[in-house]
Every structure is written in C-alpha cells, then in structure tokens.
C-alpha cells in the first residue's frame, strides 16, 4: 500500500533481527557529532519535567501539582509552559485531554494557571507560544446529535451521538489564572457535506478543498478529526494544524479578525478562515484513492524555523500503524508549494503538492511508535527524533546516523516497568525538544546535577 519511490532521498536503516525487548536505558550512545544543548522531556508517567544534557543527567526539574497531558516547551526567560491534565465528563477520552495551560517561571513558582474546560469545550493535546507572548491552543467544542445533523452529517455516523469540532485560539495572559481569548478559528465554520442536499454547504468536497467534509471519517465517534498539534509560522502569519484521523495537515490564515476567520473572505490571503493548503491524504476530500495517502496517523508537524537547514520546509513524524499496513514510523520532511506572497499553488483540479519528499529517515526494525511522538530541525542539520511511545530520543544525521541515543528511564513510577504500556504511562512522552547553550531559555541559568539512578520520580 505505502509506495516510496516518489522520495527524493530515502534512509533506509534497517537492521538484521528484531529490537530488544527490554533495551539500554539513559543514553548508550553519545558521538562528537551530537548537538550541543539540553533536551527537554515531560514523561507521562508522574508529574515532574526533566531538563538533561548529552549525558543523560537531570540538570534541572519541574515539579508540577498536575500530571502532563502532552506538550512542554520553554520561553526565552526560562519559563516552562506547559497543559496539564483536568478532569472532565463530557470530553472524557484516553488519549489528549488537558483543560489546563501552566506556566512556571525557572524556579518553579507557578506564574499563570488558565483553564479551558467545560462542558462545551476542552484544551487538548497541543499549544503554541507565539512571539507576542499570547498562546495558541487546540479545543474540542461539543455539536450535540441535533445539531451535527442540522450541517448535513449522516445519522448513522454519530455513534456517540455528539460530534466534538475542532477550534483553535489565541490565549493572552491577563493575571495568574485568567486570559482573554484575542482570535479564534472555529472547523465548524468551515464544513463541505454532499450527504444531504436540504442542509447547508452541499457540495461534492473534491469541489471545494477549503473545506472539511464532516463526513469523512475514520470511525463514527465524537472525536473524529483528533487535532494532535498546532504551529505558527512569524513569516507568514499562518497556523498550521494536523488532523491525525484524517491522516492530513492543514493551513489555515492568522492574518484574519475573529469575524473574516468564521467566512470565506478577508486576511491577506482573501480566504478568510478556509483552509489554505491541505496534504497528506486527497482521499480525504475524495481528490484521490486509498493508495495515494502519504501520512499514516502522524503528529507533530511543523515548520522548520527560520536560520535551520530546511527553514520553511514541514517535517511530520510519520507514525504508521498496523492498521493501514504500515508497522513502522518515519520522518518526512517536505516543501510545501507556497508561493512567494503566502498562497499554495495547485495544478488544476489535482490534489495539493509535493509528490515528493526532501527527506526521510526510516529505520523498519527500531523506529515505530502508533502515537504521539515528534522530530525537530538542530542548526547543523541534523534532527533529534523522538520515538514516544517508548520514550527513545535520538538523533540523527542528514545521512541517517544516529548521533545520540537515549532511551528514556525518568517518570516511570516505582511500581511499573520501565517500559511503557499501552496506556502511554512511565516513560513515554509526548516529543522531545532540544534547546541550545545560546539559547536565551537556558543560557546563563544555574544548573544542579540531580540524582538520576532510577527511573522514579
């Protein structure tokens, strides 16, 4: 089914025999080749966030009242931001829910404690520091059975008798627990059906790929486009989004008010808050068949930034899954075809480009995780890669050798294993972020080696 001739360059790194079952942990390999820095990791199993160096040794800590729900990152001060797990009946799912965005300054004082969690709507999965200061945050919003039916959706695809759309919005900071929601971007504002031409936005979706088929499906649940991260890009004003159950990214315009993002008009892209560029899978909006889907379940996609080899391009963990027959992960990079005033060129009717990737790195025999995970760009070319199922966090070369190995022993609790489960506990994580000696989050900070011999909290 997966097809890899249309790859510029493909590593393919495979090995003889199969991954040990119980492998190594800390790091087992560290080369001069390695990026110098800290890497940053908020296992899931407990709830403390962990700062290492190359040498695998703890150099600063977080301990937080909340367990992690996904993403980590540090600011230029040296804060952690990050979502934290809250409990809530409506969206009670296992995967992603968070309801919660903490910020700590470096000596872990808690300095901002929002929560977005109700029975209509629930941060999860991701959110994004912008360079304005103000957040972008990923939410479910809840469409009860009446009213996914009033916008065209098939009765006999809402199992659970609600839909939960996805929306997106930009947080700003307005006191230790409160924010104020200064634009907004909501999917059901963007919907193509062809289900039922009584209700509204019927159209075949081929004929309209700004919008999203609230049809399309890969089970009938309430979750049914499991957005697993959001990233912005400064250059361009445009967000970009990842529907994992759709096996497809999407770009959407922040240039836009609040007003021209529910239409079709405004921003500078004129397209309001239609989706701009959408690829992955054209099956999706029925521009395709089955066999030209090029993502499988994949997270993290992202713009590499500005001043890094491949600076504009988008690079996806590609996780795979045994489902679609693809029992292995890779990471794609790509050039999406953006033009030089921010549009996405297309050929006609034809789906979204490239047919090509830049880059991958696939390694069949050690690189597969079916959830989460992620890859980041490192100033020298290379890329660290984070596995996070099984908590491994390497990286690699452009030539696909592995530079830094390390497989993750930190937060797993006294009790479990080392290896993680099914249920993404102990030692899995989210991703994994690399941050520089220059980088303004950690340069000049006071770091204290602290005990590591263990793989508890």
């Known amino acids: 089914m997966f097809r890899t001739s ?9 090995l003889a025999g199969t991954a040990p079952a119980q492998p190594q942990r800390g790091v087992i390999k560290r ?11 908020a296992p899931f199993g407990g709830q403390n966030t962990f700062l290492i160096d190359l040498d695998g040794n703890v150099v600063h800590k977080w301990t937080t009242d909340r367990k992690p729900s996904q993403a980590a990152y540090l600011l230029p001060d040296g804060s952690l931001l990050r979502t934290a797990k809250i409990p809530n009946e409506t969206f009670n799912v296992r995967g992603g829910p968070a309801g919660g965005i903490q910020k700590f300054d470096w000596d872990g004082n808690l300095t901002w404690d929002y929560v977005i969690s109700s029975e209509q709507m629930l941060s999860h999965h991701d959110i994004e520091p912008m360079p304005n200061g103000n957040v972008l945050v990923v939410v479910w919003e809840y469409k009860s059975r009446a009213e996914a039916i009033a916008v065209g959706r098939d009765p006999e695809k809402l199992e659970d008798n609600a839909v939960w759309p996805e929306a997106v919005l930009e947080i700003q900071q ?7 929601i200064v634009w907004e971007w909501h999917l059901w504002d963007h919907l193509v059906q062809s289900h039922d031409a009584t209700k509204p ?9 700004e919008r999203v088929d609230v049809n399309f499906m890969d089970r009938p649940i309430a979750d049914w486009i499991h957005m697993n991260s959001v990233d912005y890009n400064p250059q361009l004003d445009q967000i ?19 007003a021209q993002a529910a239409r079709s008009t405004g921003g500078t892209q004129g397209k309001g808050g239609d989706l701009l560029y959408r690829w ?10 089955p066999f030209d889907q090029k993502l499988y379940g994949q997270h993290d996609p992202h713009w590499i930034p500005a001043g890094r080899p491949g600076a504009g391009n988008i690079l996806i963990f590609n996780n795979g899954s045994d489902r679609d027959q693809r029992p292995f992960s890779t990471v794609d990079e790509i050039t999406p075809p953006v033009s030089s005033t921010g549009g996405y060129n297309r050929k006609g009717n034809e789906p979204f480009g490239p047919d090509k990737l830049v880059w991958r790195y696939e390694n069949q025999d050690t690189l597969y995780s079916q959830r989460v995970s992620g890859a980041q760009r490192l100033p020298n070319g290379n890329t660290l890669i984070c596995s996070g199922e ?8 452009k030539a696909g050798k592995v530079v830094w190995d390390f497989h993750n022993h930190l937060g797993a609790p006294k009790d479990q294993s080392p290896t993680a489960g099914p249920g993404l506990g102990g030692v899995a994580m989210f991703r994994a972020t690399r941050y520089l000696p220059n980088d303004p989050a950690v340069k ?6 602290l005990p590591n011999t263990t793989g508890s909290n």
């Open 6 to 14: 249309f790859c510029l360059l493909i590593l393919t790194c495979s």
């Open 31 to 41: 080369t001069a080749e390695a990026t110098p820095g800290y890497t940053l990791i």
């Open 174 to 180: 307005t006191g230790p627990a409160s924010g104020k």
């Open 201 to 209: 936005n019927f159209a075949f979706p081929s004929e309209r790929p």
């Open 240 to 258: 970009l989004m990842c529907g994992r159950t759709f096996d497809e990214i999407w770009v959407i315009d922040h240039s836009t008010t609040t």
């Open 280 to 289: 992955g899978n054209p099956f999706a909006w029925f521009a395709g068949t």
């Open 390 to 397: 099984t908590g491994h966090v390497f990286e690699v070369t």
């Open 444 to 449: 000049g900070r006071v770091f204290n080696q």
